[in-house]
């Protein structure tokens, strides 16, 4: 029997014939198959936008073939240059452009899931490589069963034979033609970068292996390999495996020049062809690196850097000297690889090190800092780095942890498809956040995971922002407390970890995904405890036995390794409520909390409210009400009372969950309840809001009081999922009030203050201490309560939730104490260094929350006419208290006469430095930064001084200069100081350039911020000749992040085609990504510029930003740059169009970008028309008579009614 299957093959054979400089491959590729029954077709995958394929055999016999293109419907023949572009300005031509290939003749009502299960069709179930099975294979199979049968036993069933299966050999020959997507070929010119050597390496560990070679792109579809590589003689080839050949020369009589040299790896292990990966040029001299002392690492790190075409004409003596230089850096970047896998090891006990050797190349222009292959790490070759870069120490080190973890992990553990591809991210999350805690602490880990959790929810659910904050009372029913919201609208992607469709490789691209497996992963671990790491060992064990074709490698199998790892049932229905609404779901909880105090029956009183408003709520002014049956109230006669719990016809907040059965139309988004609907509320629903989504779940709340502290539990379910009041008892005595004795408050110390203004005996409330819920939670508490947590409280969460708490509460503080507690946290070394930097933002923040007095900075009358003006002495404020601290703390330590020199080998004091003068930048008075700032910060840039400092000061002199951008000035006031600084900087970054040209970077990025806020003019720049080549990569990207910025001045709109079309003509693939990423990020926001593009006034601009978009939909090769170019097509146009009442679902329109053949799909879907319409039709017909009823046109209407 004939059957089509998508196959898994066991081995595959590749060679390639590289051409380097030409930028070509010539390849060959042998795949070894073990059906269990007679395949028909066999689909593969391989871009026909790059790869052509010249013939294919299978079993040495001639097959059949059909090569499909799975993108790019553009015209043929466009010119690539921007400088070649002809922008059109007829309108009727763009339209009839978009409704040939976007709406593919006229059929508009293409939905959403049709669009993606063609994807899915072509990419996953067949492949754009269909080759057909020659029917003499069929029958040689036969005959070979048949007669190993007859030897075997004649007795024997038939199945037994099918399962052992027979294999099947598929050869092709293909030609790489194209290298714009998963190749990148460096060629250096006489004008850029002339002694940069050429080399070529590949960049598709999480992207599309067959833009290269044809293969098996499925995860499930896991094999061994063997690599032949043939290079010209002046190179070398690095690539997964165990290099059995190298350098074996090709020359035989009848081609005696041969210059090609061979080189072969072989790959034991299976590994995914995401695994597969090579880079080619000068790394013909590999560096070793002995392992410290201590550490029993049995694995080899081999070291690849290239050289440089130049080296290789110096002498001996010269070259010795540059390789222990090029050593020496890889030395003091790479010394920690040995400690990372000694830490790996130890977290995988029962999954040794898959491959014999680690291996490290370090690339020119790399598309992303790094890159994790089989047993290989393609890293950027800014990672290099001398002992005296600080901040790059700690990068460097987190990058390669997470380059060898994704090596280790990501590419030999089994998952079924892309959508769980969150599992191998999370892992890889695990091994480094060990790492980091062992190396550089648990502070710092934790900080780490506190960033990614505020990236998260700044992407994925910014649905609102807090303003402003006054008096503190209940939430519930109150409109004259609490946070004064202001609505954000994004159009950011949001899907769910485990979405139940199809992901393409760009929507998998989206960072803030990545963090969330993150976070998600750590809450699992905690949650599981120490049997976590048997849990990782048992889940990577999982292997494939010949011909079958996949497991059950997806997050439900995860999930249930998870529950059956905790012995107690309500943990295992914790996991499962978990990962149903964090790994299921998109958004997260925002929950409020107001505390109270009752001093009569010494009762603590909290009030937590999941809040579900959508953003279009609050801007129609929806407040926070109760929706659920109150439990009681913390404070008397400040709440109204709570309406009914609404029914199902309310249309807020009017939505459910659907049944897991039940699918959803829009992934990770709860289905909408029918307004109209009448059906009875179903037991066991949850009520969600149009936007957030109601959790259920355990909270822990930590209570510290003054001779007792305990963790208290909150369950939220049923009816107490939205609203729960809890009433707990307070057993710690009330303390002695010691305002009665009069003392001059100012000589008290801060300990002294907390003790006369504390009123009850609670100090401290913490709601979520672990962050399982990742939203840090809005509280409400006193200022004595929050200092308070800011001092007693050891976690770094903790702390940072304080000093948030005290920013909150703006300039109603006490003068004495938030000032003073911000300033011993900055001055107090026991603080982590990031604690003390945020304290630092906070004292800037409360600083600028009320006007400076002149008196701010000291507290002596002025006579000798300084700029400071004369004033009197009298009680400073807590605004003037807070700017002192800042100010103080670097004049009374760097300060003398002149700015002394720098001293970096006190690392907290240098990154407190850095910390300080960014926060003193952002001090306002008026809206305006006070003279003194900006004589700070250009004194600090005049006098700076590093030739006694044996460390760097390019990240220090950066930070600074990027001060300069926070600075606003009046228009009365001259900039021109301001501007000779940056400008000398950047002349000077030129001349003697920076470590990464890092000074240049901040000096263009000051400028931009500078001419935004209208100090400088938008002539005193140019950032067009940093966009060019010659310039360093992250120069040209600073360059152009500024162009996209200045888009929101009028003045600067016309140019959005332009500087859409330098970041299409830009070389560097990760320059390309970053820029357009960037780009699509700040206008999902919504900003106000959009509404130029939207009304369509110059018409040449949108008719060429919207053309240049839709040519890179169609025609660019980089699936993650059609992704995000659809995304920034529909921040632009799409929220407009739905709002105008046409059709907002993009994917209606611009489906272009999948990667599918339209004409087939279209011609299913039109067929599925006709079908449904033939149906319709036959409903007229008379089953008395048989006959069809034919209706006129004219007489339809009348008929209906």
Same mark, same amino acid.
């Given at each position: 029997?004939?059957?089509?299957?998508?196959?898994?093959?066991?081995?595959?054979?590749?060679?390639?014939?590289?051409?380097?400089?030409?930028?070509?491959?010539?390849?060959?590729?042998?795949?070894?198959?073990?059906?269990?029954?007679?395949?028909?077709?066999?689909?593969?995958?391989?871009?026909?936008?790059?790869? $052509?394929?010249?013939?294919?055999?299978?079993?040495?016999?001639?097959?059949?073939?059909?090569?499909?293109?799975?993108?790019?419907?553009?015209?043929?023949?466009?010119?690539?240059?921007?400088?070649?572009?002809?922008?059109?300005?007829?309108?009727?031509?763009?339209?009839?452009?978009?409704?040939?290939?976007?709406?593919?003749?006229?059929?508009?009502?293409?939905?959403?899931?049709?669009?993606?299960?063609?994807?899915?069709?072509?990419?996953?179930?067949?492949?754009?490589?269909?080759?057909?099975?020659?029917?003499?294979?069929?029958?040689?199979?036969?005959?070979?069963?048949?007669?190993?049968?007859?030897?075997?036993?004649?007795?024997?069933?038939?199945?037994?034979?099918?399962?052992?299966?027979?294999?099947?050999?598929?050869?092709?020959?293909?030609?790489?033609?194209?290298?714009?997507?998963?190749?990148?070929?460096?060629?250096?010119?006489?004008?850029?970068?002339?002694?940069?050597?050429?080399?070529?390496?590949?960049?598709?560990?999480?992207?599309?292996?067959?833009?290269?070679?044809?293969?098996?792109?499925?995860?499930?579809?896991?094999?061994?390999?063997?690599?032949?590589?043939?290079?010209?003689?002046?190179?070398?080839?690095?690539?997964?495996?165990?290099?059995?050949?190298?350098?074996?020369?090709?020359?035989?009589?009848?081609?005696?020049?041969?210059?090609?040299?061979?080189?072969?790896?072989?790959?034991?292990?299976?590994?995914?062809?995401?695994?597969?990966?090579?880079?080619?040029?000068?790394?013909?001299?590999?560096?070793?690196?002995?392992?410290?002392?201590?550490?029993?690492?049995?694995?080899?790190?081999?070291?690849?850097?290239?050289?440089?075409?130049?080296?290789?004409?110096?002498?001996?003596?010269?070259?010795?000297?540059?390789?222990?230089?090029?050593?020496?850096?890889?030395?003091?970047?790479?010394?920690?690889?040995?400690?990372?896998?000694?830490?790996?090891?130890?977290?995988?006990?029962?999954?040794?090190?898959?491959?014999?050797?680690? $291996?490290?190349?370090?690339?020119?222009?790399?598309?992303?800092?790094?890159?994790?292959?089989?047993?290989?790490?393609?890293?950027?070759?800014?990672?290099?780095?001398?002992?005296?870069?600080?901040?790059?120490?700690?990068?460097?080190?987190?990058?390669?942890?997470?380059?060898?973890?994704?090596?280790?992990?990501?590419?030999?553990?089994?998952?079924?498809?892309?959508?769980?591809?969150?599992?191998?991210?999370?892992?890889?999350?695990?091994?480094?956040?060990?790492?980091?805690?062992?190396?550089?602490?648990?502070?710092?880990?934790?900080?780490?995971?506190?960033?990614?959790?505020?990236?998260?929810?700044?992407?994925?659910?910014?649905?609102?922002?807090?303003?402003?904050?006054?008096?503190?009372?209940?939430?519930?029913?109150?409109?004259?407390?609490?946070?004064?919201?202001?609505?954000?609208?994004?159009?950011?992607?949001?899907?769910?970890?485990?979405?139940?469709?199809?992901?393409?490789?760009?929507?998998?691209?989206?960072?803030?995904?990545?963090?969330?497996?993150?976070?998600?992963?750590?809450?699992?671990?905690?949650?599981?405890?120490?049997?976590?790491?048997?849990?990782?060992?048992?889940?990577?064990?999982?292997?494939?036995?010949?011909?079958?074709?996949?497991?059950?490698?997806?997050?439900?199998?995860?999930?249930?390794?998870?529950?059956?790892?905790?012995?107690?049932?309500?943990?295992?229905?914790?996991?499962?409520?978990?990962?149903?609404?964090?790994?299921?779901?998109?958004?997260?909880?925002?929950?409020?909390?107001?505390?109270?105090?009752?001093?009569?029956?010494?009762?603590?009183?909290?009030?937590?409210?999941?809040?579900?408003?959508?953003?279009?709520?609050?801007?129609?002014?929806?407040?926070?009400?109760?929706?659920?049956?109150?439990?009681?109230?913390?404070?008397?006669?400040?709440?109204?009372?709570?309406?009914?719990?609404?029914?199902?016809?309310?249309?807020?907040?009017?939505?459910?969950?659907?049944?897991?059965?039940?699918?959803?139309?829009?992934?990770?988004?709860?289905?909408?309840?029918?307004?109209?609907?009448?059906?009875?509320?179903?037991?066991?629903?949850?009520?969600?809001?149009?936007?957030?989504?109601?959790?259920?779940?355990?909270?822990?709340?930590?209570?510290?009081?003054?001779?007792?502290?305990?963790?208290?539990?909150?369950?939220?379910?049923?009816?107490?999922?939205?609203?729960?009041?809890?009433?707990?008892?307070?057993?710690?005595?009330?303390?002695?009030?010691?305002?009665?004795?009069?003392?001059?408050?100012?000589?008290?110390?801060?300990?002294?203050?907390?003790?006369?203004?504390?009123?009850?005996?609670?100090?401290?409330?913490?709601?979520?201490?672990?962050?399982?819920?990742?939203?840090?939670?809005?509280?409400?508490?006193?200022?004595?309560?929050?200092?308070?947590?800011?001092?007693?409280?050891?976690?770094?969460?903790?702390?940072?939730?304080?000093?948030?708490?005290?920013?909150?509460?703006?300039?109603?503080?006490?003068?004495?104490?938030?000032?003073?507690?911000?300033?011993?946290?900055?001055?107090?070394?026991?603080?982590?260094?990031?604690?003390?930097?945020?304290?630092?933002?906070?004292?800037?923040?409360?600083?600028?929350?009320?006007?400076?007095?002149?008196?701010?900075?000291?507290?002596?009358?002025?006579?000798?006419?300084?700029?400071?003006?004369?004033?009197?002495?009298?009680?400073?404020?807590?605004?003037?208290?807070?700017?002192?601290?800042?100010?103080?703390?670097?004049?009374?330590?760097?300060?003398?006469?002149?700015?002394?020199?720098?001293?970096?080998?006190?690392?907290?004091?240098?990154?407190?430095?850095?910390?300080?003068?960014?926060?003193?930048?952002?001090?306002?008075?008026?809206?305006?930064?006070?003279?003194?700032?900006?004589?700070?910060?250009?004194?600090?840039?005049?006098?700076?001084?590093?030739?006694?400092? $044996?460390?760097?000061?390019?990240?220090?002199?950066?930070?600074?200069?990027?001060?300069?951008?926070?600075?606003?000035?009046?228009?009365?006031?001259?900039?021109?100081?301001?501007?000779?600084?940056?400008?000398?900087?950047?002349?000077?970054?030129?001349?003697?350039?920076?470590?990464?040209?890092?000074?240049?970077?901040?000096?263009?990025?000051?400028?931009?911020?500078?001419?935004?806020?209208?100090?400088?003019?938008?002539?005193?720049?140019?950032?067009?000749?940093?966009?060019?080549?010659?310039?360093?990569?992250?120069?040209?990207?600073?360059?152009?992040?500024?162009?996209?910025?200045?888009?929101?001045?009028?003045?600067?709109?016309?140019?959005?085609?332009?500087?859409?079309?330098?970041?299409?003509?830009?070389?560097?693939?990760?320059?390309?990504? $970053?820029?357009?990423?960037?780009?699509?990020?700040?206008?999902?926001?919504?900003?106000?510029?959009?509404?130029?593009?939207?009304?369509?006034?110059?018409?040449?601009?949108?008719?060429?930003?919207?053309?240049?978009?839709?040519?890179?939909?169609?025609?660019?090769?980089?699936?993650?740059?059609?992704?995000?170019?659809?995304?920034?097509?529909?921040?632009?146009?799409?929220?407009?169009?739905?709002?105008?009442?046409?059709?907002?679902?993009?994917?209606?329109?611009?489906?272009?970008?999948?990667?599918?053949?339209?004409?087939?799909?279209?011609?299913?879907?039109?067929?599925?028309?006709?079908?449904?319409?033939?149906?319709?039709?036959?409903?007229?017909?008379?089953?008395?008579?048989?006959?069809?009823?034919?209706?006129?046109?004219?007489?339809?209407?009348?008929?209906?009614?």
């Amino acid at each position: 029997k004939m059957e089509n299957t998508r196959l898994r093959p066991e081995h595959q054979w590749i060679h390639f014939r590289v051409d380097i400089t030409g930028g070509k491959m010539l390849g060959r590729t042998e795949l070894i198959y073990a059906p269990s029954g007679n395949p028909s077709q066999i689909g593969l995958n391989a871009d026909a936008s790059q790869i $052509k394929i010249l013939g294919v055999k299978i079993d040495n016999v001639e097959a059949k073939f059909v090569h499909n293109q799975t993108h790019g419907f553009g015209r043929p023949g466009e010119a690539k240059d921007s400088s070649e572009r002809k922008f059109t300005a007829d309108r009727s031509v763009q339209f009839t452009r978009e409704q040939e290939y976007f709406r593919l003749d006229n059929m508009r009502h293409l939905k959403d899931a049709d669009a993606r299960a063609c994807e899915r069709a072509a990419i996953e179930e067949r492949g754009e490589l269909l080759i057909d099975v020659p029917t003499e294979v069929g029958k040689r199979r036969n005959a070979i069963k048949m007669k190993k049968k007859s030897e075997i036993d004649l007795l024997s069933n038939d199945k037994k034979i099918e399962s052992e299966g027979i294999p099947i050999v598929v050869s092709i020959q293909f030609l790489v033609f194209k290298m714009e997507y998963g190749i990148h070929v460096v060629k250096p010119t006489q004008e850029a970068y002339d002694n940069r050597p050429i080399h070529m390496f590949t960049y598709t560990s999480r992207g599309r292996p067959s833009s290269w070679f044809p293969c098996n792109e499925s995860h499930s579809a896991m094999c061994t390999y063997e690599l032949v590589f043939d290079i010209p003689e002046p190179y070398s080839v690095v690539a997964p495996g165990t290099c059995t050949k190298s350098a074996a020369p090709l020359r035989s009589d009848q081609y005696p020049n041969n210059p090609y040299r061979q080189w072969k790896f072989e790959i034991g292990k299976q590994v995914t062809a995401r695994g597969i990966g090579f880079a080619a040029g000068p790394f013909g001299e590999k560096i070793t690196i002995d392992p410290p002392e201590g550490i029993n690492v049995k694995v080899a790190l081999e070291i690849y850097v290239p050289w440089e075409p130049k080296h290789k004409l110096l002498g001996r003596i010269k070259r010795e000297n540059l390789f222990a230089r090029a050593k020496r850096r890889v030395q003091n970047t790479c010394a920690c690889v040995f400690r990372i896998l000694d830490s790996y090891s130890l977290s995988l006990a029962e999954n040794n090190y898959p491959f014999r050797s680690c $291996k490290l190349v370090f690339v020119h222009e790399a598309c992303s800092s790094v890159e994790a292959f089989a047993g290989m790490g393609l890293c950027h070759i800014d990672l290099l780095h001398e002992s005296d870069i600080i901040d790059q120490v700690y990068e460097s080190r987190r990058l390669l942890a997470e380059s060898v973890a994704g090596a280790w992990i990501r590419h030999t553990s089994w998952i079924n498809s892309l959508k769980d591809e969150w599992i191998l991210d999370g892992l890889v999350a695990i091994l480094v956040d060990r790492y980091i805690r062992e190396s550089l602490g648990n502070n710092a880990a934790t900080f780490l995971a506190r960033k990614a959790a505020l990236r998260v929810c700044h992407f994925e659910d910014p649905t609102y922002r807090k303003e402003k904050i006054k008096n503190s009372g209940s939430l519930i029913g109150d409109t004259d407390s609490g946070w004064r919201t202001v609505a954000i609208k994004t159009t950011h992607p949001r899907y769910p970890l485990s979405y139940n469709g199809f992901l393409s490789i760009g929507e998998l691209a989206v960072p803030s995904r990545k963090d969330k497996a993150c976070l998600v992963m750590l809450a699992l671990q905690n949650m599981i405890g120490k049997s976590f790491r048997d849990l990782m060992n048992k889940y990577m064990k999982t292997k494939l036995s010949p011909g079958e074709t996949s497991k059950a490698g997806d997050t439900r199998s995860f999930i249930k390794y998870c529950k059956k790892s905790r012995s107690y049932q309500d943990e295992a229905a914790d996991i499962k409520i978990y990962a149903k609404q964090y790994i299921d779901n998109t958004n997260f909880p925002r929950l409020h909390v107001t505390y109270d105090f009752c001093k009569k029956g010494k009762n603590i009183l909290l009030e937590l409210v999941q809040d579900t408003r959508s953003a279009d709520e609050v801007i129609k002014g929806r407040q926070l009400g109760a929706v659920g049956p109150r439990q009681g109230s913390p404070r008397k006669n400040t709440a109204r009372r709570p309406s009914p719990r609404p029914t199902p016809k309310s249309k807020s907040p009017g939505v459910r969950i659907r049944r897991t059965s039940t699918p959803n139309r829009h992934p990770g988004t709860p289905a909408r309840l029918d307004a109209k609907s009448t059906r009875p509320e179903k037991k066991g629903s949850k009520d969600l809001g149009k936007k957030g989504m109601m959790f259920e779940g355990k909270l822990n709340i930590k209570i510290k009081e003054l001779d007792r502290g305990f963790v208290k539990t909150v369950q939220f379910q049923g009816t107490q999922s939205y609203r729960i009041v809890e009433k707990i008892r307070c057993q710690s005595s009330k303390p002695r009030n010691q305002r009665r004795k009069r003392v001059a408050e100012d000589t008290l110390s801060l300990d002294d203050l907390l003790k006369r203004r504390i009123e009850n005996p609670v100090c401290w409330v913490r709601i979520d201490p672990e962050q399982y819920w990742i939203r840090p939670v809005v509280m409400l508490q006193d200022e004595v309560m929050w200092i308070y947590q800011l001092r007693k409280e050891k976690d770094i969460l903790a702390q940072l939730d304080a000093i948030q708490g005290i920013k909150m509460l703006g300039a109603n503080v006490d003068p004495l104490l938030s000032p003073k507690a911000l300033e011993d946290t900055m001055q107090d070394r026991n603080y982590f260094v990031e604690v003390r930097i945020a304290a630092a933002q906070a004292a800037a923040a409360l600083a600028s929350s009320g006007r400076l007095s002149k008196s701010s900075g000291s507290n002596q009358r002025v006579t000798d006419g300084a700029d400071d003006g004369d004033w009197k002495t009298g009680t400073l404020t807590a605004t003037d208290r807070a700017f002192d601290s800042l100010h103080d703390y670097l004049k009374n330590r760097y300060y003398q006469n002149v700015w002394k020199g720098n001293d970096f080998s006190d690392l907290q004091e240098y990154f407190m430095k850095r910390g300080v003068i960014r926060a003193l930048s952002k001090v306002k008075d008026k809206n305006l930064t006070p003279t003194k700032v900006v004589n700070v910060i250009l004194g600090l840039l005049k006098d700076n001084d590093n030739t006694r400092n $044996k460390y760097s000061d390019t990240y220090y002199l950066s930070d600074v200069i990027r001060s300069l951008g926070d600075i606003k000035i009046s228009h009365t006031e001259s900039s021109e100081e301001i501007w000779d600084a940056i400008e000398r900087y950047l002349n000077l970054d030129r001349v003697l350039p920076s470590y990464r040209n890092l000074i240049s970077c901040a000096c263009l990025e000051a400028s931009c911020s500078l001419q935004l806020a209208r100090v400088l003019s938008l002539e005193k720049i140019s950032y067009d000749e940093y966009c060019t080549y010659p310039n360093y990569d992250g120069v040209r990207l600073t360059a152009l992040q500024c162009k996209i910025r200045l888009l929101s001045l009028k003045e600067r709109v016309e140019r959005a085609p332009e500087i859409f079309a330098t970041i299409m003509d830009e070389k560097t693939p990760g320059v390309r990504r $970053k820029a357009l990423r960037f780009w699509t990020e700040k206008w999902e926001r919504q900003p106000g510029v959009l509404s130029i593009f939207r009304t369509e006034k110059p018409v040449e601009v949108v008719t060429s930003l919207r053309a240049l978009v839709w040519e890179c939909l169609n025609d660019h090769s980089d699936v993650e740059l059609r992704y995000t170019a659809r995304r920034l097509y529909y921040a632009i146009w799409g929220v407009w169009q739905r709002g105008r009442g046409e059709p907002g679902r993009l994917d209606e329109q611009i489906f272009l970008h999948v990667q599918m053949k339209p004409s087939a799909a279209m011609r299913r879907w039109y067929k599925s028309q006709e079908d449904l319409k033939k149906s319709q039709r036959e409903r007229c017909r008379d089953n008395r008579v048989g006959a069809v009823i034919k209706v006129p046109a004219r007489m339809r209407s009348s008929i209906r009614r």
